[in-house]
């Protein structure tokens, strides 16, 4: 009889796995909470699509370049026109030395912008292409809560049992992700950070050139408070949406191919590293999110310009800069309120500097969303159990479509 696998999820890392191990003899069983391949909460790789090849981001493992090169080409032959926007980086010596001399981090990355629309597509065709192998088996509308580890295999909430079990739930399969780290915690390696912040917006003319330049401008950055600030996800001519998690709501931001705003948004976030005893940060984040929340109403975030935010004034009107978010989804308040005083400093900080760098940025009238959260999974262990695998975002080794599609890429070729 042919080995079996389970696969827990269909996202990035699951497509990455199935894509390297689907030409052997395992019989793979994908289990897919989403009611079908249409379902909106299926899969990572649905909003934005920013393709990133880079050393520096992306994920805390090595992942070879010309890995990441062979994956972004894979996405890129599954849309229907094969048409993305594409750049680099910091590659431009006077931009990176501009932005080092003011203590700043650059980033280098060269990326391929897929966008929202075309997303779709992608994953349609990757499932058609997956589904019409016969050694692949798609269960749809199937959530796992757990699972047990028996005589060398691992027995599935479900009931069935596989010779191989491949965890890759992302984040949004937190809670099957807990059920396992509580019942066996030695998987656990590690589990201290957690970039919490917000999300910054403001006309596109002021970033005009670094948008022209690289599309995606990241930067770190040591501010005064100790603490690493960091840009995430720019999306010039982008919108602003929310984020539902199971109990509350974050700010997030992307861009489409077709439709465009007069608007860019990036993400500000601050990493914030907890010591022993504290293990937490997850629960940390979320209260937080919950304080915002309950401050801006029941799946609300709170919406504030740049100067209020700074000097910790509620925001009644504003000027200039109009919101891409929708009006139901804010409402105009004080940030202060929610979010503690040393992460305030550490963005007021990052601001202030980048405004030395690209004057404008912090204009009175530019727009602060809260709360923007980034929440690092436990590090898990994979050469714990030899039946029980995990792979993407939900292992804490990656948070991104590359890194988490070569992470399962990697881990098939392992188990091969
Ligand atoms: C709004 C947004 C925009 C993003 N934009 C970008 C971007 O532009 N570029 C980039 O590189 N990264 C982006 N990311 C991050 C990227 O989506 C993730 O890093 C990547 O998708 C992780 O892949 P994964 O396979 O680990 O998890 P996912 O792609 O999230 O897939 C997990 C799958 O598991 C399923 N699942 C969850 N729990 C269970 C369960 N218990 N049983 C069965 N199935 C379950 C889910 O339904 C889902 O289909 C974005 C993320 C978000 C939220």
Same mark, same amino acid.
């Given at each position: 009889?042919?080995?079996?696998?389970?696969?827990?999820?269909?996202?990035?890392?699951?497509?990455?796995?199935i894509e390297?191990i689907k030409n052997t /003899?395992?019989?793979i069983?994908?289990?897919?909470?989403?009611?079908?391949?249409?379902?909106?909460?299926?899969?990572?790789?649905?909003?934005?699509?920013?393709?990133?090849?880079?050393?520096?981001?992306?994920?805390?493992?090595?992942? %070879?370049?010309?890995?990441?090169?062979?994956?972004?080409?894979?996405?890129?032959?599954?849309?229907?026109?094969?048409?993305? =926007? *594409?750049?680099?980086?910091?590659?431009?010596?006077?931009?990176?030395?501009?932005?080092?001399?003011?203590?700043?981090?650059?980033?280098?990355? /060269?990326?391929?912008?897929?966008?929202?629309?075309? #997303?779709? =597509?992608?994953?349609?065709?990757?499932?058609?292409?997956f589904?019409?192998y016969?050694n692949i088996?798609?269960?749809?509308?199937?959530?796992?809560?757990?699972? =047990?580890?028996?005589?060398?295999?691992?027995? #599935?909430?479900?009931?069935?049992?596989?010779?191989?079990?491949?965890?890759? &739930? !992302?984040?949004?399969?937190?809670?099957?992700?807990?059920?396992?780290?509580?019942?066996?915690? =030695?998987?656990?390696?590690?589990?201290?950070?957690?970039?919490?912040?917000?999300?910054?917006?403001?006309?596109?003319?002021?970033?005009?050139? #670094?948008?022209?330049?690289?599309?995606?401008?990241?930067?770190?950055?040591?501010?005064?408070?100790?603490?690493?600030?960091?840009?995430?996800?720019?999306?010039?001519? !982008?919108?602003?949406? *929310?984020?539902?998690?199971?109990?509350?709501?974050?700010?997030? !931001?992307?861009?489409?191919?077709?439709?465009?705003?007069?608007?860019?948004?990036?993400?500000?976030?601050?990493?914030?590293?907890?010591?022993?005893?504290?293990? %937490?940060?997850?629960?940390?984040?979320?209260?937080?999110?919950?304080?915002?929340?309950?401050?801006?109403?029941?799946?609300?975030?709170?919406?504030?310009?740049?100067?209020?935010?700074?000097?910790?004034?509620? *925001?009644?009107?504003?000027?200039?800069?109009?919101?891409?978010?929708?009006? %139901?989804?804010?409402?105009?308040?004080?940030?202060?309120?929610?979010?503690?005083?040393?992460?305030?400093?550490?963005? &007021?900080?990052?601001?202030? *500097?980048?405004?030395?760098?690209?004057?404008?940025?912090?204009?009175? /009238?530019?727009?602060?969303?809260?709360?923007?959260?980034?929440?690092?999974?436990?590090?898990?262990?994979?050469?714990?159990?030899?039946? #029980?695998?995990?792979? !993407? /975002?939900?292992?804490?080794?990656?948070?991104?479509?590359?890194?988490?599609?070569?992470?399962?890429?990697?881990?098939?070729?392992?188990?091969?």
């Amino acid at each position: 009889m042919k080995k079996q696998i389970a696969v827990i999820g269909f996202g990035a890392a699951a497509i990455g796995f199935i894509e390297r191990i689907k030409n052997t /003899d395992f019989e793979i069983h994908v289990f897919e909470k989403s009611k079908d391949i249409y379902s909106s909460s299926i899969s990572g790789i649905r909003a934005d699509g920013k393709l990133f090849v880079s050393k520096e981001m992306g994920g805390d493992i090595e992942i %070879d370049l010309l890995l990441q090169k062979k994956l972004v080409d894979y996405y890129i032959n599954h849309t229907n026109r094969k048409n993305v =926007e *594409t750049g680099r980086s910091f590659t431009h010596d006077g931009y990176y030395k501009k932005f080092y001399e003011k203590g700043f981090q650059p980033v280098t990355s /060269d990326f391929y912008h897929i966008g929202t629309d075309q #997303l779709k =597509e992608v994953l349609y065709n990757i499932y058609e292409s997956f589904k019409s192998y016969k050694n692949i088996h798609f269960h749809f509308n199937r959530e796992i809560t757990g699972v =047990e580890i028996t005589g060398g295999k691992v027995k #599935l909430s479900n009931g069935k049992t596989f010779e191989k079990v491949v965890v890759g &739930v !992302g984040r949004s399969g937190h809670k099957l992700v807990n059920s396992i780290i509580t019942k066996y915690p =030695e998987l656990i390696l590690d589990n201290t950070k957690v970039d919490l912040g917000i999300r910054y917006e403001l006309p596109n003319h002021i970033v005009e050139e #670094l948008n022209r330049e690289m599309y995606e401008f990241k930067i770190r950055y040591k501010s005064k408070t100790g603490y690493v600030v960091r840009t995430f996800c720019n999306n010039p001519s !982008g919108f602003v949406v *929310t984020e539902n998690y199971d109990d509350f709501t974050t700010v997030n !931001g992307h861009a489409k191919m077709k439709e465009k705003s007069s608007n860019t948004n990036f993400a500000i976030l601050v990493t914030l590293k907890f010591t022993q005893p504290f293990n %937490d940060p997850i629960g940390y984040g979320s209260y937080i999110a919950k304080l915002s929340n309950l401050l801006a109403g029941n799946g609300k975030v709170i919406l504030q310009t740049y100067s209020h935010f700074k000097n910790s004034k509620r *925001t009644k009107n504003l000027y200039r800069v109009m919101p891409t978010l929708e009006p %139901d989804r804010y409402i105009l308040g004080d940030i202060n309120l929610a979010f503690p005083r040393r992460i305030i400093e550490s963005i &007021v900080d990052f601001i202030e *500097t980048l405004d030395t760098v690209v004057p404008g940025v912090a204009n009175t /009238d530019n727009l602060v969303y809260a709360p923007e959260i980034k929440f690092y999974s436990n590090y898990l262990n994979n050469d714990k159990f030899n039946s #029980l695998y995990f792979i !993407g /975002d939900c292992s804490g080794a990656t948070r991104s479509i590359i890194y988490a599609t070569a992470h399962g890429y990697l881990v098939a070729e392992g188990i091969m």
